[in-house]
């Protein structure tokens, strides 16, 4: 099982609509988990972190499941701009490392 | 300076040639991690610096590729008789070190082996 799991879609989705993104990561002992944002040929910058009990960022809102060890990500009111690559990020604790591990990304391409 | 630096932005260099990737991390960020991302595919841990730590090299893929950095400061990753499945960009990202930290990206050197 890789350490990160996403689907990779591409998520073509109108815009307006509401689309979603889960994660599964296979480390149980992983404490740390985000959401990157990638654009074509660009480098990843953090989009939010994701809190035990659920988080909102505007039209963001990220979730994690400790129990079935996965994490989503909800977008509503998709815009334009909100296409993009969305990586998953977990720590994989061990030997006192802070090692991030990324997923391999979800594309989204959201349409006129 | 105001952000993460890396340098060259492109490299292009012949098989079995020593290539060295410069990153500069923004000041006081006390992690430094190193990245590859072939064409088309995710983000792959190389190395890991925590401060004075011995450094976290489980990502490293083969001896050809090794990683040093100077105190909380400049890290450079050399790539050792380069081979063609090296191409891709190496990404450098710094943090403040503690969990939760987010990282900071550069823009990546691209290398391209011939």
């Known amino acids: 099982r890789k350490e990160v799991e996403q689907d990779p879609g591409p998520f073509n989705v109108p815009e307006g609509a509401t689309v979603a993104f889960n994660c599964t990561y296979s480390n149980s002992a992983s404490q740390s988990f985000f959401w990157y944002r990638q654009d074509c040929r660009k480098e990843p910058k953090l989009l939010m972190s994701v809190y035990s009990s659920g988080n909102e960022d505007g039209r963001f809102t990220a979730q994690l499941n400790r129990a079935s060890q996965y994490i989503s990500l909800l977008i509503r009111d998709s815009k334009l701009s909100d296409s993009a690559t969305y990586l998953c990020v977990v720590n994989n604790p061990g030997a006192g490392s802070y090692q991030l591990t990324f997923g391999k990304g979800t594309k989204l391409s959201v349409i006129p | 300076g105001a952000g993460v630096s890396q340098s060259p932005s492109n490299k292009v260099t012949e098989k079995g040639k020593d290539v060295e990737l410069r990153c500069d991390p923004i000041s006081g960020h006390t992690a430094l991690y190193w990245y590859r991302q072939r064409l088309g595919q995710g983000l792959e841990f190389l190395i890991y610096f925590q401060g004075n730590s011995a450094p976290d090299k489980s990502g490293l893929p083969s001896d050809r590729f090794s990683a040093e950095r100077t105190g909380e400061s400049v890290s450079t990753l050399t790539i050792q008789r380069t081979q063609q499945e090296d191409s891709a960009v190496y990404l450098c990202?710094?943090?403040?070190?503690?969990?939760?930290?987010?990282?900071?990206f550069g823009s990546g050197t691209q290398l391209s082996v011939l």
């Open positions: 990202a710094s943090s403040w070190g503690g969990n939760n930290e987010k990282l900071f």
